[in-house]
């Protein structure tokens, strides 16, 4: 079906109706993804695209467990250093070269070495890539680290073909060539990507459309009048203020997923010079009493119309590695005034800056009006996210509203923000006792041994409070009630297996 | 005229060259590390050192201006960092878009505006004058994307008549096409149509009021006559100004409708290139599109001399 037939749909529906429709699944995504090559990429929309264009490594499911994609088995060393991955057999990339190991360290090696890749610092502790056999690959790291896997089944798990990745250098991303079910057709850029089935496919018998049209309508309201006027069948990110409406529908069905990322306020507790300039930086009572003063639900409820779950940690209190010892803590006026007096500072004042997203500039009204009841004076700075990435980097703030996308593994979510010197680590915190543990939180495999030490981290840090974790968002969906299939898996990506539309 | 004419193309260069400097000079004012944003959510600081060289953002202004300046000149836009796109492949892309929204636009508003505004000025105070001036007053007044969102919910998801969003070209299939566009495109062009009754309106009264105008009336031509040949023609010169500025707008993209419509135009790129810190494409629409106001001007005057006898000598 071409794109104007697309368009077309509402006059066609009387004509053929079932053949078209069940033959293109259309997609309405809230951005138009960056560049489509794994190495490079950087949205979180492109990752939406890339479920079903390319393969990865691994996959993981809906409780974050690790599943077999392209490498069906794995097998850790007794020291942790090496990693030897069994292969599929009989896969080939959508230009028909062969899937096989020497592909595998192809890829790894790109990840590593293409000149702006975003997937380095993912594969850092990889030191080398053997091929063992065409089926056997080991990668050899330099120290221990288990979020390996995690990393393996995202971008830096995703493999393309060696041969046209050569062709086309740095320009690969206009015309991606990988193994996934769908083969890359074209993109005008805002306006669709366009997908085919791949046909030569390893789970071809799970795919069932012929082919998918991505459609970034950044607008939520336009983006759900598409999906009810039948112009799209799935529309990712739905307003948390749409979805009650949405559920008495019976043309449409609804997902609701809690992300793996969080929603919280990042203080400058060492940044830079601003940090000891004011009482919130200075003092971690102020934080303290700060978090007292907020109501975690009420936030939910005013600024996500509850399509959140509360949290005070990097990962959702339903995730397995939640520091359980690290509670949610209630709101408590009196203590939050009883330790601002401590403090000695009564009615501190700081200046929140606020992304102009429509969410977060709600987030910051509520967050000045709950705290002001303990005595905080909290003064709102919007600024474009552009300009707020710059402030927070160069440490020019005192308190900032920032959101993580998140990573199936919690040291994504921790890592890089609590780890000194750290690139994401806006907040200036740096302890060495901290830093000892991130560590040796990498090196563990043992689930319940790594929770220890991810409780250890959540104690140290909610000490110091450099963010004040405040919700997990639920990822809406929405889509025609005749799409089956779709798999809630927490990372908030679509996946196209078993996706099917009924007649 | 011949005289005029090249003396008009002649200050275009300078123009232009001005133009462009003030692009290069006032994105430089955008608060934010380009590079950082590029960088995307992971801030490798690897990746955002790469991109610094990349986009030449550790070099002095003069030199990164004159690495665009040279490209531009030899045919060559830069490339869209973030998709890696050429941004002349993204600028042809989107051009015929925005060229054929902003003349059905601006079709619809001539269409309504115009009549409206002889209507309006030969009726005054009549009940005619009224229904136009409320007219006027609701298309200024109406926020776009409000009317594009309402228009969408009723004839896209009530009524189904119409896609919600999206763009078809015309070469693909003309009726899709025009489907694709009648509510933007209507959208847009109500708003115009409002600001071109009201001058036309104005102008005409001027006019009317003139000596000549009574002169033709003495003359016993018919009111038909009189208006339309004898007014008309003399109050278009203001309408052309403004028509030819309206126009130079819509050509540079109509941001807010082209967002509530997915309509892949030029409004659409430049703001998600300002917020992606984008350099190379925003100079490169913002280039072309200060070519198309310009030459857009220098039609107007020369539909001056089409209308005006006098200017003529």
């Not at chain 1, 071809?204 to 607008?219: E, L, N, R, S």
């Not at chain 1, 005013?302 to 509360?310: I, L, P, Y």
């Not at chain 2, 309509?263 to 913002?286: C, E, H, M, T, W």
């Amino acid at each position: 079906m071409t794109f104007s037939a697309r368009l077309l749909w509402p006059a066609l529906l009387a004509l053929a109706p079932l053949v078209t429709q069940a033959q293109t699944l259309r997609v309405g995504l809230a951005e138009d993804p960056d560049v489509l090559d794994p190495s490079l990429a950087r949205s979180f929309v492109g990752r939406v695209v890339f479920t079903a264009l390319c393969d990865k490594l691994f996959d993981i499911d809906e409780k974050l467990a690790i599943q077999p994609q392209l490498a069906t088995a794995y097998e850790w060393s007794a020291d942790s250093k090496t990693l030897t991955l069994k292969l599929r057999a009989g896969v080939t990339f959508h230009d028909g070269e062969k899937f096989d190991a020497a592909a595998v360290k192809f890829n790894i090696e790109r990840h590593k070495t293409l000149p702006g890749s975003n997937r380095r610092g993912e594969l850092a502790p990889v030191a080398s890539v053997d091929v063992v056999d065409a089926s056997t690959v080991k990668l050899n790291l330099s120290a221990p680290f288990s979020p390996l896997l995690a990393q393996l089944a995202d971008r830096a798990g995703m493999m393309v073909s060696p041969k046209a990745a050569q062709a086309a250098g740095d320009k690969f991303g206009v015309k991606p060539v990988c193994s996934g079910p769908f083969k890359f057709v074209e993109r005008v850029a805002q306006d669709r990507i366009v997908l085919e089935r791949n046909p030569t496919y390893w789970n071809k018998d799970a795919i069932h459309f012929d082919k998918i049209v991505y459609t970034p309508i950044p607008d939520a309201t336009v983006r759900l009048a598409n999906l009810k006027s039948g112009q799209l069948d799935f529309i990712e990110r739905v307003a948390s203020s749409d979805i009650a409406k949405l559920q008495a529908d019976k043309k449409l069905k609804t997902s609701r997923i809690t992300e793996i990322g969080y929603q919280g306020i990042t203080i400058n507790i060492g940044k830079s010079d601003k940090a000891k300039a004011n009482p919130l930086g200075r003092d971690a009572r102020v934080r303290e009493a700060f978090e007292l003063s907020l109501d975690r639900q009420g936030l939910a409820q005013v600024v996500m119309d509850n399509e959140a779950t509360v949290g005070n940690q990097w990962v959702a209190p339903t995730n397995a590695y939640y520091a359980k010892n690290v509670p949610v803590p209630k709101r408590d006026i009196a203590r939050a005034k009883a330790l601002l007096k401590e403090a000695g500072v009564p009615n501190p004042s700081f200046t929140l800056v606020a992304p102009t997203t429509s969410d977060a500039q709600r987030l910051a009204l509520v967050v000045q009006a709950m705290t002001r009841e303990a005595g905080f004076d909290v003064k709102i700075q919007a600024a474009e996210f552009a300009t707020s990435l710059n402030m927070a980097d160069k440490g020019d703030y005192e308190a900032y509203i920032l959101a993580w996308s998140g990573r199936a593994d919690p040291d994504g979510n921790l890592f890089s923000f609590h780890g000194c010197k750290q690139p994401l680590n806006y907040t200036g915190y740096c302890d060495p006792e901290t830093d000892k543990l991130l560590n040796q939180s990498r090196e563990l495999r043992d689930p319940a041994e790594r929770k220890k030490v991810f409780e250890q981290i959540a104690t140290r840090v909610n000490k110091e409070r450099p963010v004040i974790y405040l919700y997990h968002r639920n990822w809406l969906w929405a889509y025609n009630a005749k799409l089956s299939g779709v798999r809630n898996v927490p990372d908030g990506l679509l996946r196209v297996a078993d996706l099917k539309m009924a007649p | 005229m011949f005289e005029f004419f090249v003396k008009r193309l002649i200050t275009i260069v300078p123009t232009l060259v001005f133009v462009s400097m003030l692009i290069f000079g006032l994105q430089q004012l955008l608060p934010g590390d380009p590079a950082k944003i590029l960088a995307g959510e992971e801030q490798d600081p690897t990746v955002v050192a790469y991109l610094r060289t990349k986009l030449h953002l550790d070099e002095p202004l003069p030199m990164r201006y004159a690495h665009w300046v040279g490209g531009v000149l030899q045919g060559d836009l830069g490339e869209s960092v973030r998709s890696q796109e050429p941004v002349l492949k993204l600028v042809l892309q989107k051009l015929p878009v925005t060229v054929e929204l902003a003349l059905l636009a601006f079709t619809i508003a001539l269409l309504i505006g115009i009549p409206a505004g002889i209507i309006s000025a030969v009726g005054r105070g009549t009940a005619w004058d009224y229904a136009a001036n409320v007219f006027a007053l609701w298309g200024i007044s109406t926020p776009n994307f409000w009317l594009g969102i309402l228009m969408i919910l009723l004839f896209s998801v009530q009524l189904g008549w119409l896609p919600a969003s999206g763009y078809v070209s015309p070469f693909e299939d003309l009726g899709a096409n025009l489907a694709a566009m009648i509510m933007p495109a209507f959208v847009l062009g109500n708003a115009i149509a409002a600001v071109l009754m009201r001058h036309t309106r104005s102008a005409m009264l001027q006019v009317m009021s003139a000596d000549y105008v009574r002169t033709a009336r003495a003359k016993g031509l018919s009111e038909r006559t009189v208006v339309l040949k004898h007014a008309l023609r003399n109050a278009l010169t203001p309408i052309i100004t403004l028509g030819a500025l309206e126009l130079g707008t819509l050509l540079s993209g109509a941001v807010l409708t082209e967002q509530v419509f997915t309509i892949p135009g030029f409004g659409k790129l430049i703001v998600d290139s300002v917020f992606n810190r984008d350099y190379a494409v925003v100079q490169g629409v913002v280039l072309v599109t200060a070519t198309a106001y310009i030459v857009l001007n220098l039609l107007a005057d020369m539909a001056y001399f089409l209308v005006n006898p006098r200017l003529r000598n």
